[in-house]
């Protein structure tokens, strides 16, 4: 892992940053493709809506582009997390008039999927773990995560790729790390994220891709029962870009028309990463 | 600020430490007074129970305590911070299956507030924030504090010492840094905490004089409304033990009998720092 904090290669951050004290950031997970941080724009405009909704100053573009490019550089496949924190002071939880933001990109391998996860599709559970009902702080990237970190610590089973999560009322929100779509008589849904739950980057862009294909949208609460009557049913986040799911607990799925119809386009159009075959990955271009 | 990180004098941590990624971490805020750490037991037992209630390892409490003592060694008053974080590590929201913890302590000057907060009492407001309901980080001390930090983010008025903070249904639960209690018709009572909140070292301190001194005790879940038409309104935590409020918002209150009977207790005891003279503080024995 390479990083940069604040622009000088370094790997250290002070401990009294409020990030560490109290998860005081956001964050941005990138996927990087032949040398390109894929989807820039747009998530570059969340880490601005985050920053913004969490009553923190704009971070500035141009030198986040120039340093996601420095770092992307050269790189074949890789993921890119970009961390902005409300940085060192204040008194407790009161933040210092003018907070010190501090600004950390690093540079990550492409995660070892097998190509299968994208082909065959992947085995999904569901979580016992909760999403609280917070409107203040739903659909952000912020830097509060336990409960995403408490679901994820639920399982163990490599053959077991995402759990899904229900808020404390038993809907369906999303997978610990990715959005959740169903399509069912011919018509996509995916939760709404009004209360709980990461407005993803690539969930945005599924849903701007399925406009432009003219496929019926809504936008559901629902609890995961409802979902699991879908004719297919798949995940999204900008690392992965598109999943089939085959499995939900006892529940077989079958990748379906338009998992496959929406995976073609985003590989055409470069908006997720290529899956590589087995063996074939490097993180050098 | 001094601070240990694991045992050296440090102020850097990783920032890939999943603390500051995540918010993935526990912590305590204990008052020091004439160099001892008061009410280190329980404070370290909650600790421990955030662990484990986090999955994570626990701590070792003589290398803790040790570590606490050689900060505090010397201290007239001040305000001692634990943080245990996850360490670095996992991919994503997963921890490695053994995490490397992180132990940072890390001592602080008293804060500078006037002795009259513990003898007239303190004004209060309401907070727009409200807290999420989420059974499964009820009552821990947990490094995901964003709506704290939002709720103390609405005010700068530097005679307003608190906000209180209602869940999203509306109940009282407690301050931004503070436990609340309220005396009606000689009925202590205070918000449960089974849904949100931290259940704070004082708050329990508290909580067990009043049944040593016979007090009737409810543990409550009502609206804001309801508490207001308190006979007095009290907020504790463990470095300001005790300060009446004389006003939240545009209703006044008045320090009462029961307020003070604990205030003397815990004075006597040495369970919470005395409020020093204007003027009179200082950092050393």
Chains 1, 2 share one sequence.
Not at 37 to 59: D, Y
């Amino acid at each position: 892992m390479t990083s940069l904090i604040n622009g000088e290669v370094g790997s250290a951050l002070a401990s009294a940053d409020r990030a560490t004290q109290y998860g005081d950031a956001v964050f941005e997970t990138i996927a990087v493709e032949h040398g390109q941080p894929l989807l820039w724009q747009r998530h570059c405009q969340r880490l601005q809506q985050g920053l913004l909704r969490l009553k923190l100053p704009a971070a500035d573009e141009t030198v986040l582009r120039s340093e996601a490019e420095e770092l992307s550089s050269g790189v074949r496949q890789g993921v890119l997390k970009l961390l902005l924190t409300a940085g060192v002071g204040g008194r407790g939880y009161r933040r210092p008039d003018v907070p010190d933001c501090q600004r950390i990109l690093s540079l990550h391998p492409y995660p070892d999927y097998p190509a299968r996860f994208w082909t065959d599709g992947v085995v999904v559970r569901r979580c016992q773990m909760r999403l609280a009902r917070q409107p203040a702080l739903a659909g952000l990237k912020h830097g509060n995560r336990l409960e995403q970190v408490l679901a994820r610590a639920e399982w163990t089973d490599a053959e077991i790729s995402e759990g899904l999560m229900c808020d404390t009322e038993g809907m369906l929100i999303e997978g610990t790390m990715s959005n959740v779509f169903a399509v069912r008589d011919g018509i996509l849904s995916t939760p709404a994220l009004d209360q709980s739950g990461v407005a993803g980057i690539m969930r945005e862009c599924v849903l701007d891709l399925a406009a432009e294909l003219e496929l019926p949208v809504r936008i559901v609460t629902a609890p995961l029962d409802v979902w699991l009557q879908a004719d297919e049913l798949f995940l999204t986040n900008s690392v992965i870009g598109l999943w089939p799911v085959r499995q939900v607990g006892v529940t077989p799925f079958r990748p379906g028309p338009v998992a496959r119809q929406l995976q073609k386009c985003l590989s055409e159009r470069r908006l997720a990463p290529s899956p590589a075959p087995p063996g074939t990955r490097s993180t050098t271009a």
